[in-house]
């Protein structure tokens, strides 16, 4: 690759999802986030029985995600060839858990917003 | 756990945000002034080295008369074609149309390009419309001459065990069909590769470790032999890939036949005829006897060439290639080393490495470069080094990442991360995943 410059990356995630899908990706990504940052800030802690059941679920989120990638490029577990791989298949997993558990917290404070909290 | 000291009313919340959007729209880096130019640039060929560069050319300048000329309607993402001879895209995946690639303000002439005159500097089309150029490129990519293969004809592509993956999309999925049966019924696959130059050099390699892999995990499994007979006396120009390689056919039990080129095939009999050259170690006497093969699945790649209007046009090396006639440029510059206002890009191109769609984004700034320069009356300095990437697919799912040069260097995008000899994951999901994206990309010229 001559120049990953952010300007390439970014048309390359455009080519791969298309404009729209990648925008709306982005924005999905970017409302849940600032959702989630908005929870935080409006209630000034952290529910730490809503963030119990955001933790529960992340070991899902981390095996979708794999199984995501996985189903989506033709490949399967024993094709990790190399130190590189298991790390792009913890990331991929990694980024799932999180996400799922940003996901799962906001939705709880946002749409099940108890007094106990 | 408490957050103090941020703003915390939804009105500062919103404030924070549109200062983050802020920021990042002013980040964005600015462009160059575009340069004015009256002068007329005519583009043969609206494949991937030709639309990557007539979008380059727009973005950089302004008044310019672009005429872009190709007659075929469809375009080619060619690095797919190995992935819809394996059965793991449909033909489709390869297609889309040339005009949808192709900037505005530019003409496209959907002929053929029939004549060119160098000296009188005009290209001739099909209908007799004669285009006078100031600056000219050469993309029309290359010829494949089935044939050049006796008893071989490309309605035979999919039945009785033929495949011929590079005829285009149909050809592929038709070579998958007949593929696909070899991996139910096993035998003997018999994979080939033509003595002439030919576009990535890697696809024929692939086309055998996707096969074989396939079979081994198949109805097949342990009922066929794989055998790979090339006229090189390697498997790979690199010598380091093709040592890495050697390993790997040991590994995996396939055969490798050197000096054996195709020469007939009887698909009646499912015998294919090579021309053997041996050379004898002491006399350096090369000398030729015909071999016959036997095979169940034969996958074949006829010797390729530049098209005819190059070769009758006089911009053809005449002392190297002479039975294949590309196009006698610098190297390095891609400039026509007789006629300076010529460029050659992409498979027609004369030099020893890169017809591939990965050489062809290296070459497109380098002759962008130089056109400018001359336009502007100045010398270019940008360089081609023969850069060349080919994601060597090894099993579904695998691939090793080598990119290379015209010294044999290995020349890695990602050193100490993405290992060039290592089967990995990693370059599998790039092949798969971000290389028709980066390719389309780099056909808007934004890569």
């Known amino acids: ?117 | 756990m408490t957050l103090t000291g941020l703003p915390t009313s939804r009105r500062g919340f919103l404030g924070l945000g549109a200062a983050g959007l802020a920021a990042a729209a002013l980040a964005r880096p600015g462009r160059a002034q575009p340069i004015a130019t009256t002068a007329r640039i005519v583009i043969i060929g609206a494949g991937a080295a030709g639309t990557a560069l007539a979008n380059h050319l727009v973005q950089r300048l302004t008044g310019a008369q672009i005429t872009i000329v190709d007659a075929r309607a469809e375009h080619l993402y060619q690095p797919g074609l190995s992935l819809v001879a394996a059965g793991l895209k449909p033909a489709a995946y390869t297609l889309s149309r040339t005009t949808d690639w192709l900037p505005q303000g530019i003409t496209l002439v959907s002929e053929h390009a029939a004549a060119i005159d160098p000296i009188t500097k005009t290209v001739a089309t099909t209908s007799g419309q004669n285009l006078s150029y100031d600056y000219l490129v050469v993309a029309p990519g290359l010829v494949l001459d089935h044939d050049a293969i006796e008893g071989f004809s490309l309605d035979l592509v999919g039945q009785n065990g033929i495949g011929a993956l590079y005829a285009g999309p149909d050809h592929a999925a038709r070579t998958w069909a007949a593929a696909a049966q070899f991996t139910e019924t096993g035998g003997i696959g018999l994979f080939t590769r033509p003595a002439t130059e030919m576009k990535c050099a890697g696809a024929p390699l692939k086309h055998t470790f996707l096969i074989e892999d396939i079979a081994s995990r198949s109805a097949a499994a342990g009922k066929y032999e794989i055998h790979y007979a090339a006229p090189q006396q390697a498997l790979f120009s690199v010598p380091i890939v093709h040592e890495k390689l050697r390993m790997l056919f040991g590994q995996r039990g396939i055969a490798a036949h050197y000096g054996r080129t195709l020469a007939a095939i009887d698909p009646g009999a499912k015998r294919a005829t090579f021309v053997e050259t041996v050379t004898d170690p002491v006399t350096r006497i090369e000398t030729k006897s015909r071999v016959e093969m036997p095979y169940d699945y034969i996958h074949v790649i006829p010797p390729q060439r530049a098209p005819e209007v190059i070769r009758q046009s006089g911009l053809s090396w005449a002392d190297k290639w002479t039975d294949q006639g590309w196009v006698e440029v610098d190297m390095k510059t891609l400039r026509h080393l007789r006629y300076p206002e010529i460029f050659a890009l992409g498979d027609v191109a004369g030099v020893p490495k890169g017809k591939t769609a990965a050489s062809v984004k290296w070459m497109v700034p380098v002759v962008e470069d130089h056109l400018i320069a001359a336009i502007e009356g100045r010398e270019g300095t940008a360089v081609f080094d023969g850069y060349t990437s080919c994601p060597m697919i090894t099993r579904v799912g695998r691939a090793m990442l080598i990119e290379f040069d015209y010294h044999n260097n290995l020349v890695p995008s990602f050193p100490g991360i993405i290992a060039p000899l290592e089967e990995l994951w990693i370059s599998w999901l790039m092949k798969e995943v971000a290389l028709k994206a980066t390719y389309n990309a780099m056909l808007r010229g934004r890569a």
């Open chain 1, 1 to 117: 690759m001559q120049e990953l410059t952010f300007t390439t990356l970014i048309a390359v995630f455009e080519e791969i999802f298309g404009r729209g899908l990648f925008w709306a990706m982005v924005a999905a990504a970017l409302v849940v986030t600032l959702a989630y940052l908005f929870v935080l800030v409006r209630d000034r802690s952290m529910s730490m029985r809503k963030f119990l059941l955001a933790q529960l679920s992340m070991p899902f989120g981390a095996v979708a995600a794999v199984i995501f990638v996985e189903v989506m490029t033709n490949s399967h577990l024993r094709d990790i060839g190399g130190p590189v791989d298991v790390i792009v298949l913890l990331g991929v997993a990694a980024m799932g858990a999180v996400g799922a558990a940003i996901l799962v917290y906001t939705a709880q404070s946002l749409f099940f917003r108890t007094k106990t909290g």
